[in-house]
């Protein structure tokens, strides 16, 4: 094993790192508005949107997630009359990085969703009676009791899909985007050294999703004083 290798490769990976954030960060930001309103639309009652909403996620949750990026870098262009006709084939159906932002926020969107929802759920209703028993409104009600325990609830498990996220930005480079893993690939075929080359990947990969990790804690631990009262 060849370690200046190994740290030569990290060096110029930290570039591709720069990009998987750039790629994950607006995917996120989209996918968790996108999601509150598929949430919203499946505890509705209103049977249209809750049906809409359930076959959302259902395609989307089962169907893989290269298979949705191919659906949406090769085959939207097929369709190229419509965008043309809408004005919106200039630019976000062209490109590979746009393509793949669309494909990872509408992913993302399907489990957040379900995520949400089931923090919205795991509310105690005897809270919920509480606060109205004290006079608060059904919107005052939902932003300073059910929203703060819904968040408290959700986010581990958003915790765990961000991560999951990271490591999925790896299929971008199948659409040539370089981050992390398509430089390595690039590298991987100057050096022929796959175990140093993928090696130092992996340990990149580790430690964002370490830093994802200890940012989701952080949070948690400042969500939930009263546990650190108890724990003191």
């Not at 909403?53 to 419509?82: C, H, K």
């Not at 159906?93 to 489990?111: D, Q």
Request: net charge positive; with cysteine.
């Amino acid at each position: 094993m060849d370690l200046d290798l190994i740290l030569d490769t990290f060096g110029k990976l930290l570039g591709g790192a720069v990009v998987t954030i750039e790629l994950i960060a607006p995917a996120l930001a989209v996918g968790v508005v996108l999601a509150m309103v598929l949430a919203v639309m499946r505890m509705s009652g209103n049977g249209v949107l809750s049906r809409i909403s359930r076959a959302y996620v259902f395609v989307f949750r089962g169907t893989p997630l290269l298979v949705q990026i191919f659906l949406i870098y090769f085959g939207l262009g097929q369709f190229r009359p419509l965008w043309e006709a809408l004005g919106v084939w200039d630019w976000p159906l062209r490109e590979a990085f746009p393509c793949a932002v669309i494909a990872f926020a509408m992913n993302t969107a399907a489990y957040t969703s379900e995520i949400i929802r089931g923090g919205l759920q795991a509310v105690p209703f005897g809270q919920i009676e509480a606060a109205r028993a004290c006079g608060m409104s059904r919107s005052l009600v939902f932003r300073r009791i059910t929203v703060p325990i819904a968040i408290r609830q959700a986010l581990p498990a958003y915790g765990n899909e961000i991560i999951l996220m990271v490591k999925a930005s790896s299929l971008a480079s199948i659409i040539t985007i370089m981050e992390i893993t398509g430089i390595a690939k690039q590298i991987n075929s100057r050096t022929f050294a796959p175990f140093e080359v993928f090696t130092a990947a992996g340990i990149l990969y580790l430690i964002m999703n370490f830093a994802v990790a200890q940012g989701v804690r952080a949070v948690e631990w400042r969500l939930t004083p009263h546990l650190r009262r108890r724990q003191h």
